[in-house]
Structures are given as C-alpha cells and as structure tokens.
C-alpha cells in the first residue's frame, strides 16, 4: 500500500501508525542525546523543527514502539524513561506584554494539571522552576525541556523595537531559569528561526551550544537527495528531478545541500512547481527592510559576510542581509579562513527565492499589481523576440506605476543602485538567468540576461539628457561583451533622471 504524504504533519506518532512516508533522522537523535545537554538549532520556517522536538519528546518518554525498524531502535536507551515539557510559541501571535505572559502561563499550567503537579508560585518564572523541580523530584528522573519556535514573539514585533525588545526581555528572564536547575534537568533544546546574540536573549542561558552551523547536523533538518529518491520512490515516476533539485533543494548548513521539506510534499502531491514556502509568510518586515536600507538588491546573489555578522542578530540593531539568511531566503555557497576568522558567501538557495524574492519586492514598490503585470508581460515578450527596443517603453510604463508620493520618504531616485536594484527584480522574476556585475578584466557590466542562448548586457547611469549613449559606450570601451564572442550579444544603455524619477535615456546595439 502506498504511503500517504505527511503534509502539514508534526506528530510522529501519527506519522509511524498512520501510514505516512517517515524520513529516518534518529541517527541525529541519538548523536545529540550522547554528547551534550543544551542545544540550540535555528532552521527556517515550515522546515521540520517541530517534527524535531516531538521525536526527541517521543524518545525521551520511552516510546519505543514509534521507532522501530529505525536507527534510534537499537541505539537508545529504553530501560530509562524521562519526564518531557514542550513548549511552543509558534501557535498564534503575541502583540502585548500581558498576552505573551498569558501564553507562557497556559502552557505551564496545561502541563502542570495534564501532570497533577500543584504550583502555588505566582510569577512566571518562579511557576516554570517550581514545575520542573516538582516534577523532577516526583519521576525521580531529571526532566526534559523542548521549547519550539522560542524567538517568534519576538519576530512578530520587530515593525516596533520598543515592543520586541520588551518582548524579548520577558523571555529572556523565563529561559534564563534554566541555568539555575541544572541537576533537574536531563536534555534542553531551543529552536527558532534567528539566532539573537548571547548578550541580549541568552546571557542568562550561556550553556547552550549552538549546532545551527555545526556540519554534522547540517542534515538534521530537511531532505537530502538520497532521502528523497529512498523515502518517496513511490511519488516519483515521471518527476524530472534536476528541476525538482533546481527549484527546491539548495540549502547549506555547512554539510550536504537539503530541499525544504514544506515544498517537496506540495509538490509531489500537485506535480506543479510554486512557491509554496515562500507563499505561506513572507514577512512584510523583510522587505520593508531591505526597501529602507537600501539595499543593493543584484548583490544577494554572491554576498560576503563575516562570521561575526552572519550570527548577529538583535532588535537594536537588525541588519537585512542578516536577517535574510536567518529566514532562509539566503543560503551558504562558501565558506573561507581569512585573517583569522571565517568568511561565508551567501545566495539565493534555489530558483523559488531567486524569482520569488524579487517578485515580492516589486510588488512594495507597486500597489497597482496589474500595472506591474503588464510591465512584466511586455519585457517578457522582448526576451522572447528578441526586441529590446521595445524595452525603452515597458520600464518607462513600469517606473511610471511607483506613486510619485513614495519618493516623499526617502531619496533613492537619487541612488543609482534603486534603478539598477528594480531593473534586476524585472528580470529576476521572470525566472530567466539574471547575473549581476559579472567582472571583465576593465571592470564590470550591471547586468546579464542570459536567454534561449541569447546575452543582453545592460549598463544603468544616472544622468540627464545622455539617451544611454554614455552608458553604451562603456560596455563597448571596456569590451564587457568580448567575453561573448560567437554568441549573440545585444548592448544596452540606460540613463536615469534623478527628477523624472524614471527612464531619460535607452540606447541599444548588436555586440
């Protein structure tokens, strides 16, 4: 009998009685319960933490019926059970201090009367260390806390600082009880999706270690492709698997490349490649970052970051390109030692965040979505016959559609990287091979489009009354486009008006 998909499922015992398709990751169960005692792990979204915590629930409790013919089976310790507490903040939203005190205060007290364990304190914090005591001293075992999404009260209020940093101080001070009950407890785990430095949420829980980047975990989470092709054979007749791998699989957590899991059973179940992770939350927060500071949109694809800023994160001082690989929308491609620390370069995991991503910052740009659409329709059908005369008229209608109060705010039609940043998202979105400042040996070119084996090379200025000959001549003075040499190359110049606020100037030519 075929397995079912275990679409949208979190519950392991569900998934091992009910005939649902199981990827084996005991072994990691196994390895993390030997050797330590505090863990941290942040994974994107929708990745299967939850899964995680209710396996790692399951064993401790001494569920061995759920794990047979499984890793774990025969590398666990069944003779010992343990007492388990959960807690999950991913369920619901907190907007207020007194409703997150409320949310902590019902899941400690659920458990509390689920266990017939009286607590008489009345702080909260003084509630969870009395829970753990009693209950520890009840089992005559020590106890085992898993707390699932810990960080999510805190991200759902990072529009306002001053009610995410109260946030994160009361949760600050209720994981901070943990280190004072050592000798109660047997086995912590924190996951989440952004890892906040030590100084701010775990000063007072230092102990914990964090295996987010830890190459031996890198698989503890998500589908490598040799689980995929074993755990889902029956679903994969007539599934061109390099598109599946193109579209989905991609991120790094310094070991084996993973596929998201969330997108692999949508897909298996529709045999229709979308943006199903990216569709289900992407943070209006996000976007409005990277629109604010800046942002030089074409750089996502090859970023550098030192180690120090790629773990950094806080509500004083949030830096995008940060929270872009935290939230998963940027992914590890290398990993270097450089004066004395490391260095990693970021991009885009797959093809669902490389066309997705730019489509969702368009569209900030432009409330009049079918607007948008027909600017898109238009460079869609240059691409494909190959006109980029007709280019000059779709961006001028598409820059003409961002109400002109928007530049109110800020300043960026003065900034040279806002056009080429827009100009790159046109493209990107279309899913076509988008390269952005691909370096020749005098310099580099803005941008490629590379389609159907035709190279369109674009050069952006930002000047008044050039008619992008200016632009031109550069990609032809600096030769950007003898690389290409036996391949059809179109040389394209733009010129932007910083007082139009839109495209001044467009010349083209055959390389």
């Known amino acids: 009998m075929k397995k079912k998909l275990p679409i949208g499922l979190q519950n392991l015992r569900e998934m091992r009685t009910q005939g649902y398709v199981y990827i084996d990751k005991t072994a990691h169960v196994a390895r993390l319960a030997e050797e330590g005692k505090y863990y941290f792990l942040a994974r994107p979204r929708r990745f299967g933490k939850s899964l995680l915590v209710d396996t790692l629930a399951e064993a401790f409790a001494g569920s061995r019926e759920l794990f047979e013919g499984l890793y774990l089976e025969q590398h666990w310790d069944w003779s010992r059970q343990y007492p388990v507490l959960r807690f999950d903040f991913g369920r619901g939203e907190a907007h207020t201090p007194v409703a997150l005190e409320a949310k902590i205060a019902y899941q400690l007290n659920t458990q509390a009367e689920a266990l017939q364990i009286p607590l008489t304190e009345?702080?909260?914090?003084?509630?969870?260390?009395?829970?753990?005591?009693?209950?520890?001293?009840?089992?005559?075992?020590?106890?085992?806390?898993?707390?699932?999404?810990?960080?999510?009260?805190?991200?759902?209020?990072?529009?306002?600082?001053?009610?995410?940093?109260?946030?994160?101080?009361?949760?600050?001070?209720?994981?901070?009880?943990?280190?004072?009950?050592?000798?109660?407890?047997?086995?912590?785990?924190?996951?989440?999706?952004?890892?906040?430095?030590?100084?701010?949420?775990?000063?007072?829980?230092?102990?914990?270690?964090?295996?987010?980047?830890?190459?031996?975990?890198?698989?503890?989470?998500?589908?490598?492709?040799?689980?995929?092709?074993?755990?889902?054979?029956?679903?994969?007749?007539?599934?061109?698997?390099?598109?599946?791998?193109?579209?989905?699989?991609?991120?790094?957590?310094?070991?084996?490349?993973?596929?998201?899991?969330?997108?692999?059973?949508?897909?298996?179940?529709?045999?229709?490649?979308?943006?199903?992770?990216?569709?289900?939350?992407?943070?209006?927060?996000?976007?409005?970052?990277?629109?604010?500071?800046?942002?030089?949109?074409?750089?996502?694809?090859?970023?550098?970051?030192?180690?120090?800023?790629?773990?950094?994160?806080?509500?004083?001082?949030?830096?995008?390109?940060?929270?872009?690989?935290?939230?998963?929308?940027?992914?590890?491609?290398e990993r270097i030692w450089e004066f004395d620390t490391y260095r990693y370069r970021l991009g885009y995991p797959n093809q669902e965040v490389r066309v997705s991503l730019p489509r969702a910052i368009l569209n900030s740009y432009v409330p009049d979505l079918m607007a948008k659409e027909r600017s898109r329709d238009r460079i869609a059908r240059a691409l494909q016959q190959d006109d980029p005369a007709a280019l000059e008229g779709a961006f001028q209608a598409f820059f003409a559609s961002i109400p002109h109060n928007w530049y109110r705010r800020n300043d960026l039609a003065g900034y040279e990287g806002y056009w080429a940043s827009l100009v790159y998202c046109l493209f990107a979105a279309l899913g076509v091979e988008t390269r952005a400042e691909e370096v020749s040996h005098l310099g580099q070119v803005d941008l490629v489009i590379e389609y159907q084996g035709r190279i369109w090379l674009l050069e952006f200025k930002l000047a008044e009354d050039h008619g992008g000959q200016r632009a031109l001549e550069q990609i032809k003075t600096r030769g950007y486009h003898l690389r290409y040499a036996g391949q059809p190359v179109t040389l394209i110049g733009m010129d932007f008006s910083r007082e139009q606020r839109n495209l001044v100037g467009f010349a083209w030519e055959r390389g």
């Open 122 to 333: 009345a702080d909260i914090g003084n509630r969870f260390d009395q829970l753990v005591t009693r209950l520890a001293e009840r089992a005559g075992a020590p106890v085992v806390v898993l707390i699932d999404e810990y960080d999510k009260p805190i991200l759902d209020n990072l529009h306002d600082p001053d009610l995410a940093r109260t946030m994160r101080e009361m949760l600050k001070d209720f994981y901070s009880v943990l280190k004072g009950l050592d000798r109660h407890l047997k086995f912590v785990l924190l996951t989440g999706v952004s890892k906040f430095s030590k100084v701010s949420l775990f000063s007072g829980l230092n102990n914990l270690k964090d295996v987010t980047l830890d190459p031996r975990t890198a698989t503890l989470c998500g589908y490598t492709h040799a689980e995929l092709i074993s755990g889902f054979a029956e679903y994969l007749d007539g599934v061109d698997l390099e598109e599946l791998r193109r579209w989905y699989n991609g991120y790094n957590f310094l070991g084996e490349p993973v596929y998201n899991p969330f997108d692999v059973l949508l897909y298996l179940d529709s045999r229709e490649f979308k943006p199903y992770w990216f569709e289900t939350g992407t943070p209006t927060f996000l976007i409005e970052q990277l629109r604010a500071r800046q942002i030089y949109l074409p750089a996502l694809e090859r970023l550098w970051l030192g180690e120090e800023l790629l773990g950094r994160f806080d509500v004083e001082r949030i830096e995008p390109e940060t929270l872009l690989f935290q939230t998963g929308y940027l992914t590890i491609h």
